[in-house]
Protein backbone atom coordinates (compact mmCIF):
# COMPACT_ATOMS: atom_id res chain seq x y z
CA UNK A 1 0.00 0.00 0.00
CA UNK A 2 1.27 3.48 -0.76
CA UNK A 3 0.91 6.20 1.60
CA UNK A 4 -0.18 9.08 0.52
CA UNK A 5 0.76 12.63 2.24
CA UNK A 6 -1.68 14.86 2.67
CA UNK A 7 -0.57 18.28 2.92
CA UNK A 8 -3.19 20.05 5.64
CA UNK A 9 -3.72 24.35 4.89
CA UNK A 10 -5.24 24.26 8.29
CA UNK A 11 -4.08 26.49 10.54
CA UNK A 12 -2.88 24.29 14.06
CA UNK A 13 -5.25 26.12 16.76
CA UNK A 14 -8.70 26.40 15.45
CA UNK A 15 -10.05 29.71 14.55
CA UNK A 16 -6.71 31.31 14.19
CA UNK A 17 -5.25 31.49 10.28
CA UNK A 18 -2.33 33.10 8.98
CA UNK A 19 -2.59 36.40 6.60
CA UNK A 20 -0.57 36.93 4.25
CA UNK A 21 0.78 40.01 3.54
CA UNK A 22 -0.60 41.90 0.53
CA UNK A 23 1.20 44.91 -0.93
CA UNK A 24 -1.83 46.77 -1.13
CA UNK A 25 -1.62 47.23 2.86
CA UNK A 26 1.65 49.09 2.23
CA UNK A 27 -0.19 51.53 -0.61
CA UNK A 28 -2.90 52.19 1.73
CA UNK A 29 -0.21 53.49 4.30
CA UNK A 30 1.53 56.00 1.95
CA UNK A 31 -2.03 57.09 0.90
CA UNK A 32 -3.09 58.37 4.26
CA UNK A 33 0.12 60.20 4.34
CA UNK A 34 -1.59 62.98 2.12
CA UNK A 35 -4.56 62.90 3.58
CA UNK A 36 -2.36 63.34 7.50
CA UNK A 37 -0.79 66.34 6.51
CA UNK A 38 -3.72 67.77 5.52
CA UNK A 39 -5.12 67.21 8.48
CA UNK A 40 -2.65 68.95 10.72
CA UNK A 41 -2.74 71.79 8.23
CA UNK A 42 -6.50 72.42 8.68
CA UNK A 43 -5.99 71.76 12.37
CA UNK A 44 -3.40 74.42 12.53
CA UNK A 45 -5.33 76.88 10.09
CA UNK A 46 -8.48 76.63 12.64
CA UNK A 47 -6.14 76.98 15.49
CA UNK A 48 -4.88 80.52 14.21
CA UNK A 49 -8.39 81.82 13.51
CA UNK A 50 -10.00 80.62 17.31
CA UNK A 51 -6.92 81.34 19.17
CA UNK A 52 -5.00 84.61 17.27
CA UNK A 53 -5.06 87.57 19.00
CA UNK A 54 -7.50 90.67 17.87
CA UNK A 55 -6.26 92.83 15.23
CA UNK A 56 -5.57 96.38 16.31
CA UNK A 57 -6.28 98.28 12.94
CA UNK A 58 -9.42 99.98 13.22
CA UNK A 59 -12.55 98.75 11.06
CA UNK A 60 -13.17 100.68 7.76
CA UNK A 61 -15.48 103.88 7.82
CA UNK A 62 -15.77 103.51 4.16
CA UNK A 63 -17.89 100.56 3.51
CA UNK A 64 -20.97 101.28 1.54
CA UNK A 65 -22.94 98.19 1.83
CA UNK A 66 -23.58 99.35 6.00
CA UNK A 67 -26.84 101.61 6.43
CA UNK A 68 -26.09 103.03 9.91
CA UNK A 69 -23.57 105.58 10.64
CA UNK A 70 -20.73 105.12 13.84
CA UNK A 71 -21.28 107.25 16.36
CA UNK A 72 -18.72 109.74 16.31
CA UNK A 73 -19.82 110.26 12.66
CA UNK A 74 -23.57 111.09 13.60
CA UNK A 75 -25.08 114.32 12.19
CA UNK A 76 -25.71 116.38 9.44
CA UNK A 77 -28.72 116.82 7.32
CA UNK A 78 -28.86 113.82 4.98
CA UNK A 79 -28.55 111.36 9.20
CA UNK A 80 -31.43 113.78 9.99
CA UNK A 81 -33.30 113.21 7.02
CA UNK A 82 -33.39 109.37 7.99
CA UNK A 83 -34.16 109.60 11.55
CA UNK A 84 -36.82 112.20 11.19
CA UNK A 85 -38.25 109.38 8.05
CA UNK A 86 -37.65 106.36 10.53
CA UNK A 87 -39.60 107.73 13.33
CA UNK A 88 -42.16 109.67 11.58
CA UNK A 89 -45.79 108.47 12.66
CA UNK A 90 -48.21 106.80 9.62
CA UNK A 91 -51.27 106.04 12.03
CA UNK A 92 -53.58 108.95 13.39
CA UNK A 93 -53.41 106.71 17.23
CA UNK A 94 -49.23 106.10 16.60
CA UNK A 95 -46.65 106.62 18.67
CA UNK A 96 -43.50 107.50 18.07
CA UNK A 97 -40.61 105.48 20.01
CA UNK A 98 -36.76 105.02 20.47
CA UNK A 99 -36.09 101.18 20.69
CA UNK A 100 -32.36 100.55 22.66
CA UNK A 101 -31.59 97.37 22.00
CA UNK A 102 -33.54 97.36 18.68
CA UNK A 103 -31.19 94.31 16.93
CA UNK A 104 -31.64 92.48 19.88
CA UNK A 105 -34.17 89.32 19.54
CA UNK A 106 -36.87 91.21 21.19
CA UNK A 107 -35.68 94.28 20.03
CA UNK A 108 -35.70 93.41 16.11
CA UNK A 109 -39.89 92.05 16.88
CA UNK A 110 -40.59 94.55 18.72
CA UNK A 111 -39.71 97.47 16.40
CA UNK A 112 -40.95 95.30 13.39
CA UNK A 113 -44.65 94.96 15.16
CA UNK A 114 -44.25 98.81 16.06
CA UNK A 115 -43.67 99.92 12.44
CA UNK A 116 -46.38 97.21 11.12
CA UNK A 117 -49.10 99.48 13.54
CA UNK A 118 -48.05 102.65 12.05
CA UNK A 119 -45.89 103.90 14.71
CA UNK A 120 -42.45 105.69 14.28
CA UNK A 121 -39.85 104.36 14.95
CA UNK A 122 -35.91 104.67 15.44
CA UNK A 123 -33.75 101.85 16.50
CA UNK A 124 -30.60 102.25 18.50
CA UNK A 125 -27.82 99.52 18.99
CA UNK A 126 -24.30 99.08 20.11
CA UNK A 127 -22.96 96.34 17.99
CA UNK A 128 -20.33 95.00 20.14
CA UNK A 129 -18.35 91.71 19.27
CA UNK A 130 -20.36 89.28 22.28
CA UNK A 131 -22.71 87.83 19.50
CA UNK A 132 -22.09 86.74 15.83
CA UNK A 133 -22.08 90.24 13.95
CA UNK A 134 -23.29 88.41 10.63
CA UNK A 135 -26.47 87.58 12.84
CA UNK A 136 -26.46 91.47 13.83
CA UNK A 137 -26.16 92.86 10.55
CA UNK A 138 -28.98 90.57 9.10
CA UNK A 139 -31.36 91.61 11.60
CA UNK A 140 -30.61 95.40 11.28
CA UNK A 141 -30.81 94.61 7.25
CA UNK A 142 -34.27 93.23 7.95
CA UNK A 143 -35.49 95.83 10.60
CA UNK A 144 -34.61 98.41 8.03
CA UNK A 145 -36.63 96.74 4.45
CA UNK A 146 -39.56 97.42 6.71
CA UNK A 147 -38.38 101.27 7.30
CA UNK A 148 -37.07 101.29 10.96
CA UNK A 149 -33.18 102.98 10.51
CA UNK A 150 -30.63 101.82 13.05
CA UNK A 151 -28.41 103.92 14.81
CA UNK A 152 -25.41 102.40 15.96
CA UNK A 153 -24.20 103.98 19.32
CA UNK A 154 -24.33 103.39 22.56
CA UNK A 155 -27.18 104.14 25.35
CA UNK A 156 -24.44 105.99 27.60
CA UNK A 157 -23.46 108.80 24.80
CA UNK A 158 -25.24 111.41 26.18
CA UNK A 159 -24.71 113.98 23.26
CA UNK A 160 -26.24 111.28 20.59
CA UNK A 161 -28.93 111.29 23.05
CA UNK A 162 -29.46 114.90 22.98
CA UNK A 163 -29.34 115.10 19.30
CA UNK A 164 -31.91 112.24 18.84
CA UNK A 165 -34.49 114.49 21.21
CA UNK A 166 -33.80 117.10 19.56
CA UNK A 167 -34.74 115.84 16.16
CA UNK A 168 -37.26 113.58 16.85
CA UNK A 169 -39.74 114.73 19.87
CA UNK A 170 -40.47 110.92 20.80
CA UNK A 171 -43.64 109.71 22.90
CA UNK A 172 -41.82 106.83 23.85
CA UNK A 173 -38.81 104.69 25.02
CA UNK A 174 -38.55 101.25 24.65
CA UNK A 175 -35.67 100.50 26.64
CA UNK A 176 -34.40 97.03 25.61
CA UNK A 177 -30.64 97.34 25.71
CA UNK A 178 -28.73 95.22 27.55
CA UNK A 179 -25.07 94.18 28.02
CA UNK A 180 -24.74 90.27 27.48
CA UNK A 181 -22.12 88.63 29.18
CA UNK A 182 -21.34 90.30 32.33
CA UNK A 183 -21.91 87.48 35.14
Not at 21 to 45: A, C, E, I
Not at 157 to 164: C, F, T
Request: proline share 5%; aromatic share 12%.
Amino acid sequence: MSQMKHIDNTPSTPGKFKMEKSPYNRLRMHSSLPKLFWSFVFLGLIFMFFFRSPSSSSPVTSDLNRRSLRTNSYGGPAWEKRVRTSAKIRSRSGISVLVTGAIGFVGTHVSAAFKLRGDGVLGLYNFNEYYDPSLKRARQALLERTGVYIVEGDINNVALLNKLFDIVPFTHVMHLAVQAGVC
